[in-house]
């Protein structure tokens, strides 16, 4: 029996928001900027990413990102979506958190190409104790080779502040 036969009840068809995510699949390198606090040098750092394919309805996105100060930060982040709450969902581990970050939401612009998930996680700000915060990730594909991701902060005053952009290149 493939993958796309099965006698599960459950099992969904999949839909053109698959196939967007599908498009991810494949090897990459990325180049990382960021910006933890507004008027801060930006911290740089490179990272390789295997994105693979968990049937035709998910993909795990398995990263490695070598920070300036020689230590590796591990992430994985798996999407799909659900079409009974018409939107994307996923969540994502990265190795130094305890924190598992569950996307909530999305907004997805097909023309654009780009899918923006809304996630809550813990406030970066050391003196917020524990408090958790709003915070998006924007993909944007750049054609079939590149594309960008951004993470946003939603701050007190109402606005999203960008606080990393990663650039990512498939290998060839």
């Known amino acids: 029996m493939t993958e796309t036969q099965t006698d599960c009840p459950m099992a969904a068809k999949s839909q ?7 498009q991810l ?7 990382s900027e960021c910006i933890m606090e507004p008027g801060q040098s930006p911290t740089k750092a490179k990272g390789i990413e295997h994105v693979r394919a968990f ?5 795990i996105m398995e990263g490695t990102l070598a920070m300036a100060d020689g230590t590796e ?20 581990a990265c190795s130094p958190m305890t ?8 907004d997805w612009d097909e023309k654009r190409d780009t899918l923006t998930m809304f996630v809550q996680g813990p406030s970066m700000n050391p003196d917020a104790g524990g408090a958790m915060v709003k915070y998006k990730d924007v993909i944007e594909l750049k054609g079939r080779d590149e594309r960008i991701m951004t993470s946003h902060v939603l701050g007190d005053d109402g606005q999203w502040r960008c606080f990393s952009t990663l650039t990512y290149r498939r290998k060839s």
């Not at 930060?73 to 994502?92: E, K, W």
């Not at 924190?99 to 999305?106: A, F, I, N, P, Q």
């Open 73 to 92: 930060m591990s992430v994985n982040i798996t999407l799909g979506y659900d079409p009974q709450r018409d939107h994307f969902v996923g969540a994502c």
């Open 99 to 106: 924190h598992l970050w569950v996307y909530e939401g999305s």
């Open 55 to 59: 049937g035709e309805l998910w993909i």
């Open 16 to 22: 053109r928001q698959h196939t967007w995510l599908q």
């Open 25 to 31: 699949v494949g090897e990459w390198t990325y180049d």
